[in-house]
């Protein structure tokens, strides 16, 4: 049976995985420099961009209505434009899981606009005192 969720003007299938991805990478940093909630807050634009030339678009911040941390991420799949809300479920200086309601703008698709749900963990693992491994 297929679940949905339904939010103002978006049903979204809950019980559907388009995709999933992971990635580890050991970091030399002090452990208590690292905030993954801050660095995520507070990404700039152009580094946002340098992760995934040419698809990363834009990326910002902003609160959702009932003031959690919200980020704003534009990026192409495919061929199509996809502007994702991930809205912070929880945040702190090692792990931070924000889901995101998003909107696929597709020229060559029927209907030109799909949405879909995403979601993102983000953490560390220490190591030492100055080395990290993600996630």
Not at 7 to 19: M, W
Not at 70 to 77: A, K, L, Q, W, Y
Not at 92 to 119: N, W, Y
Request: aromatic fraction near 6%; proline fraction near 7%; hydrophobic fraction near 35%.
């Amino acid at each position: 049976m297929t679940e949905t969720t339904t939010t103002p003007d978006r049903t979204v299938l809950t019980d559907k995985i388009l995709s999933q991805a992971a990635f580890t990478a050991i970091i030399d940093a002090p452990i208590g420099k690292i905030d993954i909630a801050d660095w995520l807050r507070t990404l700039p634009d152009r580094e946002y961009q340098r992760c995934a030339p040419p698809d990363h678009k834009a990326a910002g911040y902003t609160t959702t209505d009932d003031g959690r941390p919200m980020s704003i991420n534009v990026e192409m799949i495919g061929t199509g434009l996809v502007v994702q809300h991930y809205a912070y479920e929880t945040a702190g200086k090692e792990h931070c899981h924000m889901v995101s309601i998003s909107d696929v703008l597709a020229p060559t698709v029927r209907p030109q606009k799909r949405t879909f749900s995403a979601t993102d963990r983000s953490s560390y693992r220490p190591l030492s005192s100055v080395k990290v491994r993600i996630p």
